[in-house]
């Protein structure tokens, strides 16, 4: 049974930093792109960050240049890496990977249960 469990999360103040790991476990094939998700209360849930199995990132606009987002394929986590915090980036974080499933030949998609971050002003 797959696993994905986020963790980092926490209270920091405007202008500081925090990283997230985001790990996938019990999985019989391999993690390829993994995509970072946040939501806000009374939002709807957004993507921040993406990366390919290759490490290739995808930052959306509101966090191009603060956040970075990182892999290490050998123990399947992803990391985010968050700098320059600022209040609005207050949300529930949630790691969405695709992971291969090699009994079923298939790719499937995944939800951690999230990390809250809240920055406070």
């Known amino acids: 049974q797959v696993h994905v469990v986020e963790s980092g999360g926490g209270l920091v103040q405007a202008g500081g930093s925090l990283r997230l790991s985001c790990v996938v476990s019990?999985?019989?094939?391999?993690?390829?792109?993994v995509k970072w998700y946040r939501q806000a209360p009374g939002k709807q849930r957004d993507m921040v960050a993406s990366i390919s199995r290759s490490g290739a990132p995808i930052y959306s606009d509101s966090v191009r240049g603060r956040f970075t987002i990182s892999r290490h394929n050998a123990n399947d986590t992803v990391y985010l890496q968050m700098n320059s915090l600022k209040p609005e980036d207050t949300a529930v974080y949630y790691c969405n990977p695709d992971i291969y499933d090699d009994r079923r030949r298939r790719l499937d998609n995944y939800w951690g249960q999230g990390t809250q971050v809240t920055v406070s002003s």
């Open positions: 019990g999985s019989s094939g391999e993690v390829y792109t």
